[in-house]
C-alpha cells in the first residue's frame, strides 16, 4: 500500500505573474489526507478556494486557468506539475493574486520549493487509477490527440510538431514519475515570435523577459518588432543566435520544448484529482486538448469508482449472524432483510442478505417473473444502516430506528431468487443527535444494483 504525502513545513516564493506582471507571494502549506492541491486566494475577502479541479477550467489561453464563484487562478500546470512531480497528494497553495510566479518558466524552483519543505508520509492510502483499456480524446481542429494505455508506472510521452523548421519535430519521454524533478522540471516554457508580437500588443505578457521564456524566431524581424522587443525585455540589444532563439538564454536540452509540453501535460493531468498508473501518449499537446482529457478521464474515473464492487469472503464467520442482528434490530421475518453483517467500523458497515424463491413478497412480485420490489432493497439497505447507527449507543434494545428522508435513488438491475446482496453503507457526515446521514449502496452478481442516501434517527422506545 502506497501512502498519501504533503509537506513537512511551509514554504514561500515571491515572483511575477507572466501574464499580469504583477508580483505574487505563494505559500505552500501542508494539507490533510485527501485534500488534494488546492488554491487560496489569501487576498480577497473570505480567502476563497479553488480546487485543482478538470471542471473548473475556464480557458486555456497562454496557460490553464480556473474559476470557481468568480475567483480565479490563472497559468496553475507549472506549480501542479512539480508536486506531482515530487510526488506529493496534498497541498494547500495560498496566493495573494491570480496567478502564480512565473520563475524562469519552468517547475525548477517550485520543485526546490518542495525538497527545502521536505515531504512527509500520511496515514492514509493513495488513491490510483488503474488504466485497464485505451482511452482517448482527440480534437479534431488541431489534430492534437492524448491516448492513456495500461502499463505499470505513470509514464508520459509528448510529441511536438508546428511546422516550423527552428523547431522541427520534437518528442520527450518520462518513464516514471522519479525521473521528473532532474530532467523535466527545468524545461521552460517557449513562444514564437509572432505569438510574441501579438501577446505584447495586448498586453498579456506583461511579467515575461528573456529568462523566463525560450522565443523561437520563426519570422524575420523587422526593425519595428526589435525596438518593441527592447523595450517590453528592457534589453538595450536583442539579437537571435544561430540556433534560432533570441539572445540571453541557452537551451538547456535540444527538445526542451518537448519536454516543457511533457511537463505541461504532467501539471495538466493533475486536474483529475486522482494519481494515474498508465502511460500518456500526447501528440501535438496543449493545454486544451489537455484539459478536455482530464475533463474525460475524470469522468470515467468517477463513474467506475460509484460501480466499483467491493470483494468480501462470503465464506468467514460473520461479524454478526441473525440471532445477533435480532437481538439488535427491532425487525422480524418476514420483514428482517439482513442475514449476516460482514464487517463494521465507526463510519461503515457491511451486511448480505440471501434472496430466495421462499420470499413472501415474490407471491406477488410478480407471478411468473419474480423480482424483489426496489422499495424492499431499499428497506434492507436501511436495516443494515440501523445496525451501524445503533451500534452507537449502549443499549441498542431499547432504541427504534425511524426513516427521515431518502434521495437519489437509482435502481440499476433486477434483484431475482438465488442473488447474494450486499449492502454497503457509509457515513456522509458524523452522527450526530441519533441522526445518521448515510450512502448505501446494494450490490450482486458483480454489479451496482441500487443506490441511495439515506438519513434515519433513533429515539428512545418509550
Known amino acids: 500500500m502506497v501512502k498519501q504525502t504533503t509537506?513537512?513545513?511551509?514554504?514561500?516564493?515571491?515572483?511575477?505573474?507572466?501574464?499580469?506582471?504583477k508580483e505574487v507571494t505563494m505559500t505552500f502549506k501542508p494539507a490533510p489526507v485527501?485534500?488534494?492541491?488546492?488554491?487560496?486566494?489569501?487576498?480577497?475577502?473570505?480567502?476563497?478556494?479553488?480546487?485543482?479541479?478538470?471542471?473548473?477550467?475556464?480557458?486555456?489561453?497562454?496557460?490553464?486557468?480556473?474559476?470557481?464563484?468568480?475567483v480565479k487562478i490563472q497559468t496553475s500546470e507549472h506549480v501542479l506539475a512539480a508536486f506531482v512531480g515530487c510526488d506529493v497528494d496534498n497541498v494547500i497553495i495560498e496566493l495573494n493574486a491570480s496567478e502564480p510566479p512565473i520563475m524562469d518558466g519552468s517547475s525548477k524552483f517550485f520543485v526546490e520549493a518542495i525538497e527545502k519543505a521536505g515531504v512527509v508520509e500520511?496515514?492514509?492510502?493513495?488513491?490510483?487509477?488503474?488504466?485497464?483499456e485505451v482511452i482517448s480524446y482527440t480534437d479534431e481542429a488541431t489534430g492534437s490527440e492524448i491516448i492513456v494505455m495500461p502499463a505499470d508506472d505513470y509514464q508520459v510521452t509528448a510529441m511536438v510538431d508546428f511546422g516550423t523548421k527552428v523547431l522541427g519535430t520534437q518528442n520527450a519521454t518520462m518513464k516514471n514519475i522519479r525521473e521528473f524533478k532532474n530532467q523535466i522540471a527545468d524545461a521552460r516554457t517557449f513562444s514564437f515570435l509572432h505569438e510574441l508580437e501579438t501577446l505584447l500588443q495586448n498586453g498579456l505578457i506583461k511579467g515575461g523577459d528573456l529568462n523566463n521564456a525560450i522565443v523561437y524566431v520563426d519570422k524575420e524581424i523587422s526593425p519595428e518588432t526589435m525596438e518593441s522587443l527592447k523595450v517590453a525585455f528592457g534589453k538595450d540589444s536583442i539579437a537571435v543566435k544561430p540556433n534560432g532563439i533570441l539572445d540571453n538564454l541557452t537551451l538547456h536540452y535540444p527538445n526542451e520544448a518537448a519536454r516543457h509540453k511533457l511537463l505541461d501535460v504532467v501539471g495538466d493531468l493533475a486536474l483529475i484529482g486522482t494519481r494515474i498508473k498508465g502511460k500518456v501518449i500526447a501528440n501535438k499537446p496543449g493545454h486544451f486538448v489537455n484539459t478536455q482529457f482530464a475533463k474525460?478521464?475524470?469522468?470515467?474515473?468517477k463513474i467506475e469508482q460509484r460501480n466499483q464492487v467491493p470483494v468480501y469472503d462470503l465464506h468467514a464467520e460473520p461479524l454478526m449472524d441473525v440471532n445477533k442482528i435480532m437481538s439488535m434490530l427491532p425487525h422480524r421475518p418476514p420483514f428482517l432483510l439482513v442475514d449476516k453483517i460482514l464487517e463494521m467500523s465507526d463510519s461503515h458497515v457491511v451486511g448480505l442478505k440471501n434472496v430466495t424463491?421462499?420470499?413472501?413478497?415474490?407471491?406477488?412480485?410478480?407471478?411468473?417473473?419474480?423480482?424483489?420490489?426496489?422499495?424492499?432493497?431499499?428497506?434492507?439497505?436501511?436495516?443494515?444502516?440501523?445496525?451501524l447507527i445503533l451500534s452507537s449507543v449502549p443499549d441498542p434494545e431499547n432504541y427504534l430506528t425511524y426513516f427521515m428522508k431518502i434521495d437519489n435513488v437509482k435502481f440499476k438491475h433486477k434483484v431475482l431468487p438465488g442473488d447474494t446482496l450486499i449492502f454497503k453503507c457509509d457515513l456522509l457526515s458524523p452522527i450526530r443527535r441519533g441522526i445518521c446521514h448515510m450512502q448505501a449502496n446494494a450490490y450482486a452478481n458483480g454489479k451496482l444494483v441500487a443506490e441511495a442516501e439515506l438519513m434515519a434517527q433513533i429515539v428512545k422506545n418509550s
Open 34 to 70: 485527501n485534500n488534494g492541491y488546492t488554491f487560496v486566494r489569501v487576498d480577497l475577502e473570505g480567502q476563497p478556494i479553488v480546487e485543482a479541479d478538470a471542471n473548473y477550467v475556464v480557458n486555456t489561453q497562454r496557460g490553464t486557468n480556473l474559476e470557481k464563484k468568480g
Open 122 to 132: 500520511q496515514d492514509a492510502e493513495r488513491k490510483v487509477y488503474l488504466v485497464k
Open 357 to 387: 424463491m421462499n420470499e413472501s413478497f415474490f407471491v406477488g412480485h410478480f407471478p411468473g417473473a419474480p423480482v424483489m420490489p426496489g422499495v424492499l432493497i431499499i428497506e434492507a439497505m436501511a436495516q443494515t444502516g440501523g445496525i
Open 296 to 301: 474525460k478521464l475524470s469522468k470515467i474515473i
Open 7 to 21: 509537506i513537512k513545513s511551509e514554504v514561500s516564493l515571491t515572483g511575477v505573474g507572466l501574464h499580469t506582471g
